[in-house]
């Protein structure tokens, strides 16, 4: 993911060229210009329980707009 910055904002909807070389590095680059990013962890995981409270917080939203309407 690009780390959000004055340059990678402007490259909202834009293609960027990606290299990887055989060491495992990665490189990003735009107009010949490496840009900063970070690498997610592969090792996460979402329990069930999380999934669960969000379908709740999804439906409890759901009922304050309505109220508010």
Request: hydrophobic content about 40%; glycine content about 4%; proline content about 1%.
């Amino acid at each position: 993911m690009l780390e959000a910055n004055d340059i990678t904002h402007g490259l909202i909807g834009k293609y960027v060229d990606t290299y990887a070389f055989a060491d495992r590095r990665l490189d990003i680059r735009c107009r010949g210009l490496s840009l900063p990013y970070k690498m997610f962890e592969m090792d996460q995981c979402v329990t069930h329980a999380a999934i669960v409270e969000n379908k709740r917080l999804s439906h409890v939203l759901v009922f304050i707009k309505e109220q508010q309407e």
